[in-house]
């Protein structure tokens, strides 16, 4: 049963920083691109970085680029998100999730059979 769990989140002040962190079960987590999204009060769930099968290209939404950083772990099926400069907007839920395909964040899609893990909540607020 493909399994992801995220971690890391937390209450940060504008201009601090956090990592989350995706721990992956159940399935090949190194075949397969992932994806971090994150969902804000309100708003649709959106992308926001995808990275490709072995790590060696990555891609960002616009608002986060520059400040985000994804990485992975295929030998621990680990894929984190490094976040700096973090700014009140990027408040919500973060997910990740394996993708169909490594491609814009735009286009990305979860893979079929993956299933929404309970997130991490990221607040920045002074």
Request: charged share 15%; hydrophobic share 35%.
């Amino acid at each position: 049963q493909p399994q992801l769990v995220e971690s890391g989140g937390g209450l940060v002040q504008p201009g601090g920083s956090l990592r989350l962190s995706c721990a992956a079960s159940g399935f090949g987590m190194d075949y397969y691109a992932m994806g971090w999204f994150r969902q804000a009060p309100g708003k649709e769930r959106e992308g926001v970085s995808c990275i490709s099968r072995e790590g060696g290209s990555t891609t960002y939404s616009d608002s986060v680029k520059g400040r985000f950083t994804i990485s992975r772990d295929n030998a621990n099926y680990t894929v984190y998100l490094q976040m700096i400069s973090l700014k009140p907007e990027d408040t919500g839920v973060y997910y990740c999730a394996p993708v169909a395909s490594f491609t814009t964040v735009q286009a990305m899609k979860p893979a079929d059979f993956a299933s929404w893990g309970q997130g991490a909540q990221v607040t920045v607020s002074s």
